[in-house]
């Protein structure tokens, strides 16, 4: 069984709020050199196959070509850079969790992150050149990865979160796909983590375009949380197949969302939310209400 304590320190390290790297270096100082880099093996050659992926991440045609891969360190660095300025804690966090990310083309297939619990320390990010965004796409799927390779390691040491049989599976309330009961455990911390680290990077953005990214981000994680509870509670979820203490946690995140919501929306209408949404204070009423 796995303990509370064990669970209560991964909640506590999804909880990417804090000083920033400009407070604690001093004011007007610049994160540089390692404090503002991304640790991990960037990985564009290895032969390895990543299971249940839709193409061969070991086949020639997933090579990234020379100018891509240069495309595509500069998004990292970027991406790295941005963190630790503006989450600092978030970035400390992935490097601790991951070694190595390997970097692939899919050609007929969607941009996208993956872990898989026999790669531990590990994640596949498939056509990160792509995205329109791309420092902040590749800041949210490494600190996704990340939470998977937390979630691992804790289960490895404590004992699996729940079953880990492929059927039956339920509704994600933030992707709307079907996923196994463990897949889904998992989503609902990776969800929370994702909540905590927009919920920083959405104060101070440094364009408009950012900004609406980071409060539509934010939104999503919200919308996810408010079904949840209806989810746990229902008839045909199987709350003796997941360990007690991962559920209790599971049901914290679940309160600590919905008073988020609650303090930085406490109107009536979806006008005056959409309002709030739009208002200065809004990502710092989240992430108070998280705390």
């Known amino acids: 069984m796995t303990s509370r304590s064990g669970v209560d320190a991964v909640l506590r390290e999804l909880r990417f709020g804090g000083v920033s790297a400009t ?24 032969p390895e196959r990543w299971p249940d992926v839709p193409y061969d991440t070991a086949a020639p045609s997933a090579r990234h070509d020379d100018i891509v891969r240069s495309r595509i360190v500069s998004v990292l660095d970027e991406a790295a850079q941005t963190m630790a300025r503006r989450a600092p804690a978030a970035l400390r966090f992935v490097n601790g969790q991951l070694q190595r990310v390997l ?22 990010l498939t ?3 792509q995205p329109t965004e791309a420092a902040l796409v590749a800041i949210e799927a490494v600190t996704h990865e990340s939470i998977h390779q937390l979630l691992y390691r804790t289960e490895q040491a404590g004992g699996n979160f729940c079953d880990l049989a492929p059927t039956p599976t339920f509704r994600s309330p933030w992707s709307g796909a079907r996923l196994p009961l463990h897949s889904l455990v998992h989503a609902c911390f990776v969800w929370f983590g994702l909540l905590t680290l927009w919920s920083e990077l959405a ?21 996810g949380f408010a079904f949840l509870d209806d989810l746990l509670d229902s008839p045909a979820f199987p709350s003796a197949s997941v360990d007690p203490q991962v ?27 959409a309002s709030a949404r739009q208002g200065a204070g809004w990502p710092a009423a989240v992430a108070a209400g998280l705390a």
Do not use: K, Y
Not at 111 to 116: K, L, P, T, V
Not at 203 to 223: K, T, V
């Open 247 to 273: 559920l209790a946690v599971i049901r914290a995140m679940s309160a600590a969302a919905r008073r988020a919501t609650r303090e930085a929306e406490p109107h009536a209408t979806l006008r005056q939310v």
């Open 127 to 129: 056509n990160l050149h």
């Open 103 to 124: 970097l692939r083309h899919g050609e007929n297939a969607s941009g996208g992150s993956a872990s898989h619990r026999s790669h531990v320390g590990c994640c596949l």
């Open 23 to 46: 407070a604690a270096a001093g004011f007007g100082a610049t994160p540089e050199g390692d404090d503002a880099r991304f640790r991990f093996v960037t990985d564009f050659d290895s």
């Open 203 to 223: 104060m101070e953005p440094p364009s408009d375009d950012e900004a609406a990214h980071a409060r539509g981000r934010i939104a999503h994680c919200l919308f």
